[in-house]
């Protein structure tokens, strides 16, 4: 597995963005897929999980109603699409990749729990 994220940028408050996270090496079509972020000064926090079949997604309650997360495990790529974005949206966002074939009972919001990690991208909100 060998995650490259892209799509982020400097949008202004309420717009949006879709980052992508591809796996070049088209080996993550069996992990769960998650989206962490991390502020300037802060803690990396959990966004956004889908499981390898994408039957189930999780999110995080600051991103709910705004944030998509979805998978093309043919491209082996997932997408996070950011809706209504807001200045606390601003972040270094992470893809990450956990090694399982569960789709539930396995917690998909930890990051000590993910195998594989992407470089990150920038996302700036401007208010």
């Known amino acids: 597995v060998q995650l490259q994220a892209s799509g982020g940028g400097l949008v202004q408050a309420g717009g949006s963005l879709r980052l992508s996270c591809a796996d070049s090496r088209r080996t993550s079509s069996n992990n769960a897929m998650g989206w962490f972020r991390q502020a300037p000064g802060k803690e990396r926090v959990f966004v956004a999980a889908?499981?390898?079949?994408?039957?189930?997604?999780y999110y995080a309650d600051s991103v709910k109603a705004r944030f998509t997360i979805s998978r093309d495990n043919a491209k082996s790529t997932a997408y996070l699409q950011m809706n209504s974005l807001k200045p606390d949206d601003t972040a270094v966002y992470y893809c990450?990749?956990?090694?399982?074939?569960?789709?539930?009972?396995?917690?998909?919001?930890?990051?000590?729990?993910?195998?594989?990690w992407g470089q990150g991208t920038q996302v700036t909100v401007s208010s």
């Open positions: 990450a990749a956990l090694v399982t074939q569960l789709d539930y009972g396995l917690d998909f919001t930890t990051s000590n729990n993910y195998d594989y």
């Open positions: 889908v499981s390898w079949s994408s039957a189930r997604t």
